[in-house]
């Protein structure tokens, strides 16, 4: 175990304490190693960028699969508003949270030191990562006795708490209803390689930042920072 790193938990011991048994462990190693600790440890053979890129395919079609199944009577624009919410930064990140596994996320010192395991993006994309690696390693039926006990529980709040509505169209109608204008939104940063970039997005209303959402897209980090702006509100209301 690393002593320079906050790992916690080897790839084995996750096996262990969360039931699964991958037949390649290099393949669950390599979805916990982030670039950042490739870039220090040469003997590290692949992070998990690829696997991340497998995976986030792999959950828009289960995710997709699973509500078509789950919610028969629900229409077209309200799936893709339901799918939209479970598979963004945030609920993902939640999912990993709830497993603990930034317990085992192999990380740079630098990346350690900046709070790398706590933060949403990179939980989201170890989650991906390792739905990658468990899709390659047992196939989509262990994939989906794996994630669809998280959709239900996550899909019961997401209603619960109406976060499949459409936050930009609610904050729209908030800033029509007070005679504003539209809300502005507008991309402060950006990191990452290409492929995997990450959008920072303020919103502002009345030339006043109301809040901000950071996500792998232009259009999730918009939404965020919707959500952002309209909880805002809602407690100087």
Same mark, same amino acid.
């Given at each position: 175990?690393?002593?320079?790193?906050?790992?916690?938990?080897?790839?084995?011991?996750?096996?262990?304490?969360?039931?699964?048994?991958?037949?390649?462990?290099?393949?669950?190693?390599?979805?916990?190693?982030?670039?950042?600790?490739?870039?220090?440890?040469?003997?590290?053979?692949?992070?998990?960028?690829?696997?991340?890129?497998?995976?986030?395919?792999?959950?828009?079609?289960?995710?997709?699969?699973?509500?078509?199944?789950?919610?028969?009577?629900?229409?077209?624009?309200?799936?893709?508003? $339901?799918?939209?919410?479970?598979?963004?930064?945030?609920?993902?990140?939640?999912?990993?949270?709830?497993?603990?596994?930034?317990?085992?996320?192999?990380?740079?010192?630098?990346?350690?030191?900046?709070?790398?395991?706590?933060?949403?993006?990179?939980?989201?994309?170890?989650?991906?990562?390792?739905?990658?690696?468990?899709?390659?390693?047992?196939? $989509?039926?262990?994939?989906?006795?794996?994630?669809?006990?998280?959709?239900?529980?996550?899909?019961?709040?997401?209603?619960?708490?109406?976060?499949?509505?459409?936050?930009?169209?609610?904050?729209?109608?908030?800033?029509?209803?007070?005679?504003?204008?539209?809300?502005?939104?507008?991309?402060?940063?950006?990191?990452?390689?290409?492929?995997?970039?990450?959008?920072?997005?303020?919103?502002?209303?009345?030339?006043?930042?109301?809040?901000?959402?950071?996500?792998?897209?232009?259009?999730?980090?918009?939404?965020?920072?919707?959500?952002?702006?309209?909880?805002?509100?809602?407690?100087?209301?």
């Amino acid at each position: 175990m690393e002593s320079d790193q906050t790992i916690t938990e080897t790839p084995q011991e996750l096996m262990d304490r969360m039931h699964i048994r991958f037949n390649d462990v290099l393949l669950l190693t390599r979805a916990l190693t982030h670039r950042s600790y490739l870039n220090e440890h040469p003997d590290a053979v692949e992070d998990n960028e690829r696997l991340e890129f497998l995976g986030d395919a792999v959950l828009d079609f289960l995710v997709g699969e699973w509500l078509y199944n789950r919610f028969p009577e629900m229409e077209e624009g309200d799936l893709t508003q $339901m799918r939209s919410a479970l598979v963004q930064t945030n609920q993902l990140s939640i999912f990993t949270k709830q497993l603990e596994m930034e317990k085992a996320i192999r990380l740079g010192k630098g990346e350690t030191k900046s709070g790398g395991n706590y933060r949403n993006t990179l939980l989201c994309d170890v989650f991906e990562a390792f739905i990658g690696a468990l899709f390659l390693d047992k196939g $989509m039926e262990d994939v989906k006795f794996f994630v669809y006990p998280l959709l239900e529980e996550a899909a019961v709040e997401i209603i619960e708490n109406h976060k499949n509505e459409d936050p930009k169209s609610k904050l729209q109608e908030w800033a029509q209803a007070n005679g504003y204008l539209p809300p502005k939104y507008s991309t402060t940063n950006i990191q990452g390689p290409d492929h995997a970039k990450v959008f920072e997005i303020e919103v502002k209303i009345n030339n006043k930042i109301l809040g901000n959402g950071v996500a792998k897209s232009k259009q999730s980090a918009e939404k965020l920072a919707a959500q952002n702006a309209l909880k805002q509100i809602n407690r100087e209301a």
